[in-house]
């Protein structure tokens, strides 16, 4: 018998002896069978993962738009190769707040891709496309070189079925809102938006944010705020904003969160303390900033909003009543001094379309050339007029170094540029859409040292990608979308300047959008592989 076992125990051994040695020949064979070559290889790099976790040296496979592999085995074969030499790569910065909603008519996005930009966000302050889908086709048909995303807004909304009317909605007017935020959630808007200091929005009550919120809460949306007071009642609107959070459970994100009155400088530590006693109570708040101490908006909100109600005509009309402006112009001077300002000097033109010539003026040099005086009363005067040509795009020069750098140290303030896509020339607009995200990277992170590296591409990529639900983008991951920045953290930053805004930023070699190259070596590609990123419920 134990001949038998013996004999057939010797049987089985040889058999399996004999199926590993055919198993093993097979992952010989397999080994050395040619493999298909990736797209492209990234070596040589210094990956900074999105993490916030410390940078490592190592390189990327990259096929169908995809990472495939972190650190691949040597003798990859590729069919693109791309050495780093030692520069970082990144996940593409994602730029959460931005006003590129014309991306179909300049669908190369250059002062984005240029510094690193991959996915946009545009319909925000309110202000966005009311046919949501119509826009998403448009776009698509483009290409676009970056991907792109879209609130729908408040400001658009109301302004179709109210027009300007400074009063509360009616309910049938009330429904009819609801039905088009609606509709833009279902075509694919990833949230809601308002922009509270522009009218009409700023006649809106806060039951009326709350409900038109509360449509794109039931969806999965996140609700975005350009709040209705960045100064004087700072903390107000900051409790106001939070609120839409608490009441409907839903995101909610802070649009460049600054504090844009002299009298209030510092007040950005009471406002960050806010947004954690928020987040301590379970609601997701998050906010994302700019890194300059200038906004840029209209010439139009330096007026009384009662002033702006109504058609083009009826403002003009009110501009001209002497009596009328009087009061007005009583409002704006009243208004300054709370702020902290005695006239308009620190207001300067970034487009003026009647008037070229006064594009890069301060208010102060306008009413010199327009008026012949440069008082106080000259630069009111002075926008009086310019208004009643179609008013101006401005720059303004209101907020403090310290709260700038205050606000980028909180670990939930990711960053965004407020900018549109930029025509090279045009005008003199604020120097942010040519340098944002890289000033972040050249100021803030290697000369001012007020963040880490691995911090700052956190808050341009990982955060912004939670917080709007851009599935497997943010992050340097094995089969995440290869979305990615190649730059050089020793000579990274931004060249363009508040008198010569039109200047690209150094230090981005290469910049990709779904696998595809939008910059190499430093310069814009002609490919326009963005897409279109629709919601989807989180």
């Known amino acids: 018998m134990s001949g038998w076992v013996d004999g057939w125990a010797a049987g089985r051994l040889g058999g399996w002896a004999a199926a590993l040695l055919v198993a093993g020949g097979a992952a010989t064979i397999a080994a050395q069978a040619p493999q298909e070559p990736v797209d492209l290889l990234i070596v040589n790099a210094r990956i900074v993962d999105g993490t916030g976790a410390p940078a490592r040296a190592g390189s990327l496979a990259i096929h169908n738009g995809r990472i495939t592999r972190i650190n691949p085995p040597s003798g990859t074969q590729a069919r693109q190769r791309i050495d780093a030499g030692g520069q970082v790569v990144a996940p593409g910065f994602i730029d959460v707040h931005t006003h590129a909603d014309g991306l179909a008519d300049q669908p190369h996005a250059i002062n984005f891709v240029r510094m690193g930009v991959t996915t946009i966000v545009a319909g925000n ?20 070189a970056v991907n792109y995303a879209t609130l729908i807004g408040h400001n658009t909304v109301r302004s179709s079925v109210m027009g300007r009317a400074q009063r509360s909605p009616s ?20 949230g809601f938006s308002t922009g509270l200091q522009y009218i009409p929005g700023t006649y809106a009550e806060s039951s009326e944010i709350i409900e038109l919120a509360r449509v794109a809460a039931n969806e999965g949306g996140i609700y975005v705020s350009h709040m209705r007071n960045e100064g004087t009642a700072l903390l107000e609107a900051v409790a106001e904003t939070i609120n839409v959070g608490r009441l409907l459970r839903m995101p909610v994100q802070i649009s460049h969160l600054k504090v844009d009155s002299p009298k209030q400088w510092g007040a950005s530590a009471k406002a960050l303390a806010l947004i954690d006693d928020a987040r301590r109570r379970g609601i997701d708040v998050e906010a994302d ?31 001209k009543d002497d009596a009328t ?51 106080a009363d000259a630069q009111l005067e002075a926008a009086r007029r310019m208004m009643m040509n179609g008013g101006a795009s401005m ?27 930029n025509v090279f020339g045009s005008g003199v607009p ?22 880490s590296l691995e911090e700052a591409v956190r808050k341009l990529a990982s955060v912004p990608a939670r917080q709007f639900g851009f599935a497997e983008r943010g992050e340097i991951r094995e089969g995440w979308v290869a979305d990615l920045v190649i730059f050089d953290p020793a000579t990274v930053g931004d060249t363009a300047t508040f008198d010569a805004p039109h200047a690209y930023p150094t230090g981005i070699s290469h910049v990709l959008v779904n696998g595809q190259l939008v910059v190499q070596s430093g310069e814009a590609a002609p490919a326009r592989p963005g897409q279109v990123l629709r919601h989807q419920r989180r």
């Open 430 to 451: 604020h120097p942010r859409g040519y340098g944002n995200a890289v000033r972040i990277l050249g100021r803030y992170v290697r000369e001012r040292r007020v963040i």
């Open 125 to 144: 302050c309110g202000g966005s496309a009311l046919d949501v889908g119509a826009a998403f086709e448009k776009i698509a048909d483009a290409p676009p």
């Open 325 to 375: 402006w009087a009061r007005i112009r009583n409002e704006i001077v009243q208004l300054l001094a709370e702020r902290g300002f005695t006239d308009l000097s620190w207001a300067t033109v970034a487009t003026y379309r009647p008037q070229p010539e006064y594009n890069g003026l301060s208010m102060k040099a306008v009413a010199q050339k327009m008026i012949g005086a440069d008082t």
């Open 289 to 319: 900033q700019y890194a300059y101490t200038a906004g840029s908006s209209g010439l139009a909100i330096r007026f009384p909003s009662w002033a702006l109600e109504g058609t083009n005509a009826e403002v003009t009309a009110r501009l």
């Open 395 to 421: 720059v303004y020069h209101f907020m403090s170094e310290d709260d700038v750098e205050t606000i980028m140290k909180h670990p939930m303030v990711g960053f965004a540029s407020d900018a549109g896509i």
């Open 171 to 190: 309910a049938s007017e009330l429904q009819q809102m609801k039905a088009l935020v609606f509709k833009g959630m279902a075509d694919g808007a990833v």
